[in-house]
């Protein structure tokens, strides 16, 4: 499913939430398959994914979140309880996250957040830009992260990935650049982290 044919509008302009939930949706529906995002510039608040769902961000294309700190819940792409599904692709997820819209006291978010899933793999995209940790890994089972390019220093507390409470995690051939910790193991929660296994990356921090 493309989500242009779902209504989605590029420039970055028009908000595209509905449309590419619904695109999300359908595909998840269908009984899973891919949902493509196209070159362009498409505005978003926080989009859901679902189990069996392949989001791919095409080259070219940039999933840009809105600057309405209200918004959100949680991430700009955000797993709760999902499986065996994917965020893929040579685009970008800009999270627009500067302290003019994102003040340190405020309401801030994730760029992906991926909560109580499993099997899950995020490859080749690039995240830029988050309100707070770029990308966290929370209470999660088996999950991938290969490939993934993190830029960020828009704001205070800018981690690259946190992984959180999560067991099975391996991250490989990421390039993190970030104004906090590159990669950062904890618990804040119950749940120990086991089995976590980073190769072969390159990391460089402020912090």
Request: hydrophobic fraction near 35%; charged fraction near 20%.
């Amino acid at each position: 499913v493309n989500i242009r044919d779902c209504g989605a509008v590029g420039g970055g302009q028009t908000l595209c939430t509905e449309s590419i939930q619904q695109a999300i949706d359908r595909c998840a529906d269908s009984g899973g398959g891919t949902v493509t995002v196209p070159p362009g510039t498409f505005l978003t608040h926080t989009v859901f994914l679902k189990s069996n769902v392949n989001f791919h961000l095409a080259k070219g294309a940039v999933l840009l979140g809105s600057t309405d700190p209200r918004a959100f819940r949680r991430a700009v792409v955000y797993a709760d309880g999902i499986e065996n599904a994917a965020i893929t692709g040579l685009g970008t997820i800009d999270g627009q996250g500067f302290k003019t819209h994102y003040p340190t006291s405020g309401p801030r978010h994730n760029n992906i957040c991926l909560y109580k899933s499993r099997n899950i793999r995020v490859q080749d995209v690039t995240l830029t830009n988050a309100p707070s940790w770029v990308f966290r890994i929370q209470q999660c089972d088996g999950v991938m992260v290969r490939g993934v390019r993190i830029y960020s220093f828009a704001n205070e507390n800018n981690d690259g990935i946190d992984i959180d409470c999560s067991e099975r995690v391996r991250i490989s051939d990421c390039e993190i650049v970030s104004g906090d910790d590159a990669i950062v193991i904890k618990s804040t929660g119950p749940r120990p982290c086991r089995n976590v296994t980073v190769t072969n990356c390159v990391l460089k921090t402020r912090c």
